[in-house]
Nanobody, 127 residues
């Protein structure tokens, strides 16, 4: 059974950076699409970025394009989200998710398309 565990969240000042990690175990994800999502209190879950199994194709939400970078290391069965130029509006619980047979494109930023989810890691951006 696939397990996803996020780490790397915490408190950061505005303008700072964090790198989130998502460790997978149980199943190798080299042919799976990976997505990163976030949810702030009182708001809907928002798709941020997704990456293809090979790591070649990526897609980003407009809200994070140019600031966040999604990547993966299939040899380590791990995926990452580098977050730069953070603002208080980025404060949320961040989740990684995985789905087989999902192409990178419009639907890879929809939470309805993912079968497996991590537990989430809190990111707080505040001075």
């Amino acid at each position: 059974q696939l397990q996803l565990v996020e780490s790397g969240g915490g408190l950061v000042q505005p303008g700072g950076s964090l790198r989130l990690s998502c460790a997978a175990s149980g199943i190798g994800l080299d042919y799976w699409t990976i997505g990163w999502f976030r949810q702030a209190p009182g708001k809907e879950r928002e798709g941020l970025a997704c990456i293809s199994g090979s790591g070649i194709s990526t897609n980003y939400a407009d809200s994070v394009k140019g600031r966040f970078t999604i990547s993966r290391d299939n040899a380590k069965n791990a995926q990452y989200l580098q977050m730069n130029s953070l603002t208080p509006e980025d404060s949320a619980v961040y989740f990684c998710a995985a789905s087989p047979f999902l192409q990178v494109g419009l639907w890879c930023l929809s939470d309805r398309e993912y079968d497996y989810w991590g537990q989430g890691t809190q990111v707080t951006v505040s001075s």
